[in-house]
């Protein structure tokens, strides 16, 4: 994997994690994305021994885009506080399933997931062990088969995005797990962290990062 870079300085650094390559290293012992990072830290600065580098959040193995994370247990502090806080702000882009009639809406529920299958229930209703979840999306463009989303994130549980468009008969394309028939190639699905907006570290400039969703995205809008 070569490792794209978007931002750097003393405490943070961002990178692009490409879909199917895990954030973490699990049991499988698989190649991940942190290892990455580590390796090019350790490389560009000569350090010996071990490379601090802390997991501030993550992406499901199948989906692209931006992640943050700290290169100093400082910045790891700090970020850590924004996200509790919700003053991080993060853009999804997603290619769904289906013609999505409301142009702009905002999905509230209450998610509850089954650590055996790994999957998130929707719920109508607060119940014990379910965790809140919202955002809300506008239509980008679309045609009678797909639509592309725009989605702002407001709370950050697993699966959210995935789960919710699936409740309102949208799914992702290639998230058979969640309803999609249509698959993609690798078990990637079609969603893409796009933007985000954080603090830097210790300054609390406003920094915005910004991609684009992937390009073959576009064949099937057109």
């Not at 490409?18 to 090019?40: H, N």
């Not at 089954?114 to 809300?136: C, M, P, Q």
């Not at 028939?181 to 990062?209: H, M, N, W, Y």
Request: proline share 3%.
């Amino acid at each position: 994997m070569s490792l794209q870079v978007f931002y750097e300085d003393n405490h943070l650094i961002a990178v692009f994690k490409p879909a199917g390559v895990l954030t973490q290293g699990d049991k499988s012992g698989e190649a991940c994305l942190m290892d990455e990072v580590k390796k090019y830290l350790k490389d560009k600065y000569s350090k010996p021994g071990n490379v601090f580098l802390g997991l501030i959040h993550r992406l499901d193995r199948n989906v692209s885009g931006i992640v943050l994370l700290a290169k100093k247990s400082k910045g790891a502090s700090r970020l850590s506080a924004q996200f509790r806080n919700h003053t991080i702000k993060k853009i999804y882009h997603a290619l769904v399933i289906g013609c999505v009639k409301q142009q702009t809406a905002e999905l509230k529920n209450f998610l509850l997931k089954n650590t055996r299958t790994n999957k998130v229930e929707i719920l109508k209703n607060e119940t014990d062990g379910a965790d809140f979840a919202e955002l809300s999306y506008e239509v980008v463009k679309q045609n009678k088969e797909f639509s592309l989303l725009k989605i702002i994130l407001k709370t950050g549980r697993s699966h959210q995005i995935r789960a919710q468009l699936s409740f309102i008969g949208h799914p992702l394309v290639g998230d058979i797990k969640y309803g999609s028939q249509k698959g993609l190639p690798g078990q990637e699905i079609a969603l893409s962290a796009t933007s985000l907006a954080f603090d830097l570290v210790p300054s609390c400039e406003r920094k915005i990062l910004q991609i684009n969703y992937p390009a073959y995205w576009d064949k099937y809008l057109s």
